[in-house]
């Protein structure tokens, strides 16, 4: 298990302590051999795609260090126990020096009347780095408003979901630039295909929907799913895409894996729905763009050192 950067900075200032001068890079190695991890956990990346999470918090504690004034800076990148660094890790326990450290970051943000709230705050916050608060934060608020996008699908008739997943599917790239790709096949006479994607302009080949607006506990089983392919076998692509508010029984799973791509069928439960809905911004809109920035250490590294 990856160490919260908390743990981690009371391990910098042992290996500081007994090494001498280093840089983010030398102190990979043998943190990662005193927690004991796998190289799957040092490599292991943010689901956000921003960067390794080892590597990162070991950022972030070399940081709460510096303006803890526990660690000193020689020169670029590298890093070095200061003398109050040595007394803290001689002589107090590891529980002191975070208490410590924690009250030195958060002074030069405390006002005298709310000292107290922003010291709680911080306390509940205290094994994130900023940089996992913001993430933590950002899939809350994805997650809710992935569950307020299926709670209004069900609210819609079964009709109008067919429609829209035909233009999810448009949205993700399927049909391409091909005009009126995305068909929706009358519903008295669907023959088991609620719609269809064109991959061509004349239509030859084309990818075959189904679509269920069904209750949470109302799980798509094996009969619908065999249903569904039996249609899609006797079009010319045989592929076909089932989508569903929903999930599918294990039965159903199962079966689709059995068929080993003949025809070729995707199932897409109602998490993935969602999911797809809010990558591609379909039936959304942006509400509020961040942007964090980060040092550009080429920059400065281009300038010379006093």
């Given at each position: 298990?990856?160490?919260?950067?908390?743990?981690?900075?009371?391990?910098?200032?042992?290996?500081?302590?007994?090494?001498?001068?280093?840089?983010?890079?030398?102190?990979?190695?043998p943190?990662?051999?005193?927690?004991?991890?796998?190289?799957?956990?040092?490599?292991?990346s943010y689901?956000?795609g921003?960067?390794?999470?080892?590597?990162?918090?070991?950022?972030?504690?070399l940081?709460?260090?510096f303006?803890?004034?526990?660690?000193?800076?020689?020169?670029k990148?590298?890093?070095?126990?200061s003398?109050?660094g040595k007394e803290?890790?001689t002589?107090?326990?590891?529980?002191?020096?975070?208490?410590?450290?924690?009250?030195a970051?958060?002074?030069?943000?405390?006002?005298?009347?709310?000292?107290?709230?922003?010291?709680?705050?911080?306390?509940?916050n205290?094994?994130?780095?900023?940089?996992?608060?913001?993430?933590?934060?950002?899939?809350n608020?994805?997650?809710?408003?992935?569950?307020?996008?299926?709670?209004?699908?069900?609210?819609?008739?079964?009709?109008?979901?067919?429609?829209?997943v035909?233009?999810?599917?448009?949205?993700?790239?399927?049909?391409g630039?091909?005009?009126?790709?995305?068909?929706?096949?009358?519903y008295?006479?669907?023959?088991?295909?609620?719609?269809?994607i064109?991959?061509?302009?004349l239509?030859?080949?084309?990818?075959?929907?189904?679509?269920?607006?069904?209750?949470?506990?109302?799980?798509?089983?094996?009969n619908?799913?065999?249903?569904?392919?039996?249609?899609?076998?006797?079009?010319p692509?045989?592929?076909g895409v089932?989508?569903?508010?929903?999930?599918?029984?294990?039965?159903a799973?199962?079966?689709?894996e059995?068929?080993?791509?003949?025809?070729?069928?995707?199932?897409?439960n109602?998490?993935?729905?969602?999911?797809?809905?809010y990558?591609?911004?379909?039936?959304?809109?942006?509400e509020?763009?961040f942007?964090?920035?980060?040092?550009?250490?080429?920059?400065?590294?281009?300038?010379?050192d006093?």
């Open positions: 298990m990856i160490p919260t950067f908390q743990q981690i900075r009371i391990q910098i200032l042992k290996e500081l302590y007994a090494g001498g001068v280093m840089r983010t890079k030398d102190l990979q190695a943190l990662a051999k005193h927690f004991n991890l796998s190289e799957e956990e040092v490599n292991a689901a956000s921003n960067g390794k999470i080892f590597r990162d918090r070991i950022s972030w504690a940081s709460y260090l303006i803890a004034k526990l660690v000193e800076r020689p020169q990148g590298d890093y070095v126990i003398q109050k803290m890790i002589s107090h326990n590891e529980e002191e020096i975070n208490r410590y450290i924690n009250d970051v958060n002074k030069p943000q405390k006002a005298a009347e709310n000292k107290t709230t922003e010291t709680i705050v911080l306390a509940a205290e094994e994130l780095t900023p940089q996992e608060e913001l993430n933590e934060s950002y899939e608020i994805k997650q809710s408003i992935q569950a307020d996008v299926l709670a209004t699908i069900l609210s819609k008739k079964p009709q109008a979901f067919e429609r829209l035909v233009e999810l599917l448009q949205a993700m790239g399927y049909g630039e091909i005009k009126n790709a995305g068909i929706v096949t009358k008295s006479n669907d023959g088991g295909i609620d719609g269809i064109k991959e061509d302009v239509g030859f080949n084309h990818i075959s929907i189904q679509a269920k607006r069904y209750a949470a506990h109302n799980h798509v089983g094996r619908e799913v065999q249903a569904f392919v039996g249609a899609v076998a006797g079009t692509s045989k592929k089932f989508i569903t508010t929903s999930d599918f029984t294990k039965g799973i199962e079966y689709v059995s068929l080993n791509g003949s025809p070729t069928i995707i199932l897409i109602g998490m993935q729905l969602t999911e797809y809905m990558e591609c911004g379909l039936g959304l809109q942006e509020r763009v942007k964090v920035m980060k040092l550009d250490r080429d920059f400065w590294d281009a300038m010379d006093e």
